[in-house]
């Protein structure tokens, strides 16, 4: 089992900046998968980035590779979410997830699923 902690939500901004991190229980291991994902009131909950613990390759979601940055420090435990020049329709609640194994990008393809943090883009 492993527990997955989200901090650094908050107001910003439209074209400011935020970085979330998530934090894992324990060392999670090469072959493990964490993600990003962003559900807002009345939207489905999609993707937002994700990386690979073993070698850090990533995904990221269309039109957000460039202003967004997923990364990970494997002796902290912790993977971040750098977002730069945000805009309203980044307003939503960010989860964490993990699972074992590759990068995937659908929610139900992962077990372990923090408590999420809203971020609020303000116009």
Do not use: H
Request: net charge positive.
């Amino acid at each position: 089992q492993v527990q997955l902690v989200e901090s650094g939500g908050g107001l910003v901004q439209t074209g400011g900046s935020l970085r979330l991190s998530c934090t894992a229980s324990r060392s999670v291991g090469g072959n493990f998968a964490m993600a990003w994902f962003r559900q807002a009131p009345g939207n489905e909950r999609e993707v937002v980035a994700a990386i690979w613990w073993f070698d850090s390759s990533t995904y990221y979601k269309e039109n957000l590779k460039g202003r967004f940055t997923i990364s990970r420090d494997v002796a902290k435990n912790t993977m971040y979410l750098e977002m730069n020049s945000l805009k309203a329709e980044a307003t939503a609640v960010y989860s964490c997830a993990g699972r074992t194994g590759n990068i995937m990008t659908l929610a139900r393809q992962y077990e372990y699923w923090g408590r999420g943090t809203q971020v609020t883009v303000s116009s």
